[in-house]
């Protein structure tokens, strides 16, 4: 089941699964502190296998209320069970609650398809962010 968790909760699965072990506070985002975000836990039992964030954050595409996801990760052995889908999915619905009307992301451009079966389009040519790999930005509208 989907939960809201703190900033902090985050920080072992970023680190993981994204950081590739590095320290916990070498996963911390700027934006963790900033007011109008939410962090999103997928929960098995009391388990927490997997995260989202999202943060209130304009995309020069978005002519709208729009949200950056940022940390998408869901733990090694349980990925490719839908759990990632399911995490985006709550967000959708709680997103439109706060009338937002899109949602975009850097995506790897190894989950760009995982994004692209949720909906989501490429807005821009593939890029590199150093010390992590290539990446696309990609955009999301969310039906009201
Ligand atoms: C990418 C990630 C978040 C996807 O979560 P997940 O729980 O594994 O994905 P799901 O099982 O919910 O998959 C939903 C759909 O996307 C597809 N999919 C998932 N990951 C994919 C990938 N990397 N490439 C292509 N398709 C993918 C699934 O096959 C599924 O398709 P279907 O609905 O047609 O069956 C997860 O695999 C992960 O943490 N990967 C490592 C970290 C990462 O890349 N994070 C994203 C940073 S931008």
Redesign the pocket.
């Given at each position: 089941m989907v939960r809201f968790i703190s900033a902090e909760k985050t920080l072992p699965l970023r680190s993981e699964?994204?950081r590739e072990g590095r320290p916990l506070s070498a996963c911390v985002f700027p934006q963790d502190i900033e007011k109008g975000g939410f962090h999103l836990g997928y929960f098995i039992e009391e388990e927490l296998i997997?995260i989202a964030s999202f943060f209130l954050k304009a995309h020069p595409l978005a002519k709208g209320i729009a949200y950056q996801l940022r940390g998408?990760?869901?733990a090694p052995n349980?990925?490719?069970?839908?759990?990632?889908?399911?995490l985006i999915d709550f967000a959708k619905t709680q997103l439109k609650v706060t009338n937002a009307q899109f949602i975009w992301?850097?995506?790897?451009t190894?989950?760009?398809?995982?994004y692209e079966?949720?909906g989501f389009e490429v807005v821009s040519p593939e890029f590199l962010i150093e010390d992590v790999g290539p990446?696309y930005e990609m955009l999301l509208t969310l039906d009201n």
């Open positions: 699964v994204l997997g998408m990760a869901i349980h990925q490719g069970n839908g759990f990632g889908k399911k992301c850097n995506a790897r190894s989950a760009k398809s995982f079966r949720l990446h």
